[in-house]
């Protein structure tokens, strides 16, 4: 079998095939949410919960990952993670009562963290500087493309079909072709630097958590996220309940929004050699207070309608990809060992912060949803540009490699 090395270009695919696999396995079951809800007689809500299982089986998940990693290999781990992954989505097509599936989903959610983390913690083996900036860009584009096919694919399979069963045989047949490129890519990790003992992975947490630098950047791009992560959560009721698009146009306005963060990311790896400074993140948080403040004025003033609204969460999109990016790439150049449990840390507080964004929001569903989330959302702008100006003034740098 032929071994998929750094140095080939099908590298950063392979990667971001991997970390597309958490978008891919949400946005895929969506669709068929109302036929499992009838197949188990229950109501959509109660199918809604075994989002919350998924997710919380996702984020221990990414906790712990990526630090095994460091002890293990990153080849190893991700063998394990994908293979625990296909069995248990097997058994969720297999399920025989919702309490199994709600199980099922947990464990799901558990295993398919893997990709993700392992996935940027390889990047992060093989590059730094500016060439880590290009190669997440180049994983970022790929991977935003899961969002916007995910959906198509689940309806698709639901309403040819008219079973819930063939989301999940989707996503085994995916899980399948992740381990035959499991099997071929490279091992990234040295054993030489490796975490000589299981017992020294508790202690390469804390070294991650007293590491300034990383951890103010890891929360200011949590924060950051949680922007996107609220307009995300509010799209559905925003353009189908208030602005009454309907879902045809609905799904056009959000790809558009997903186009933008693609864009953000091509501009990214066009400029990596230019853009590897963290001081460019002024540029994209001062788009985004711009961007809050002009949806508050087109309300003001009663053009607030889908496609403003639409337009600015556009820029929203572009400049929170743009914002993170950086972010990430800053975070993981101030670390100098244990990747795996860096990245572990940095998912995990990321999407906990996100988490928090999309709980608050969630008990608004009025009018007023459109002004609220820009009201959050402007604030965890400013607190991810007050983070930023601490990393300035704590005179953190970074020992980048421009080779």
């Not at 992954?85 to 399920?95: D, E, G, H, P």
């Not at 035959?180 to 947490?205: C, G, H, W």
């Not at 820029?315 to 790439?329: E, G, Q, R």
């Amino acid at each position: 079998m032929p071994t998929i090395t750094r140095n080939s270009k099908l590298f950063p695919v392979v990667l971001a095939i991997f970390a597309a696999l958490p978008p891919l396995a949400i946005n895929t079951y969506a669709p068929a949410i109302p036929l499992i809800a009838d197949n188990f007689g229950v109501t959509d809500a109660d199918v809604l919960a075994t989002f919350t299982t998924y997710f919380i089986g996702f984020s221990f998940g990414m906790l712990f990952w990526g630090a095994v990693s460091d002890k293990y290999g990153r080849k190893n781990i991700i063998l394990i993670g994908t293979f625990i992954y296909v069995i248990s989505t097997i058994l969720c097509s297999l399920s025989t009562s919702f309490k199994m599936l709600e199980s099922l989903r947990l464990i799901q959610g558990l295993s398919d963290s893997v990709g993700g983390v392992i996935a940027f913690s390889i990047a992060r083996d093989c590059y730094k500087g500016h060439k880590l900036t290009n190669m997440v860009a180049t994983i970022v584009i790929i991977m935003l493309v899961a969002p916007i096919v995910a959906p198509i694919i689940g309806t698709v399979l639901t309403y040819t079909t008219n079973t819930w069963q063939s989301s999940f045989h989707f996503l085994t047949l995916y899980g399948v072709i992740l381990l035959v490129f499991a099997l071929m890519i490279e091992e990234t990790l040295n054993k030489d630097n490796r975490q000589k003992s299981i017992k020294e992975i508790i202690p390469s947490y804390f070294s991650h958590l007293k590491n300034p630098g990383f951890m103010l950047a890891t929360i200011a791009s949590g924060m950051a996220w949680t922007v996107l992560f609220m307009y995300i959560a509010s799209a559905s009721i925003i353009y189908l309940k208030i602005y009454n698009t309907g879902p045809v146009l609905y799904c056009i306005y959000y790809a558009m929004a997903v186009i933008a963060s693609i864009m953000a990311n091509l501009l990214i790896k066009r400029l990596s050699s230019h853009v590897n400074s963290l001081k460019y993140t002024n540029i994209s948080i001062s788009l985004l207070i711009i961007c809050c403040l002009g949806l508050f004025i087109i309300s003001k003033f009663n053009l607030d309608n889908a496609l403003n609204y639409t337009i600015f969460m556009c820029i929203l999109c572009l400049s929170v990809s743009f914002t993170c990016t950086i972010l990430y790439s800053f975070s993981m150049n101030v670390v100098s060992h244990n990747f795996g449990t860096a990245n572990s840390i940095s998912n995990f507080l990321k999407n906990m912060i996100a988490g928090g964004g999309a709980l608050i929001i969630s008990y608004y569903h009025s009018t007023i949803l459109v002004n609220i989330v820009s009201f959050y959302q402007l604030l965890f702008i400013i607190l991810c540009m007050l983070l930023v100006l601490t990393i300035y003034q704590l005179k953190i740098k970074t020992s980048i490699d421009e080779d």
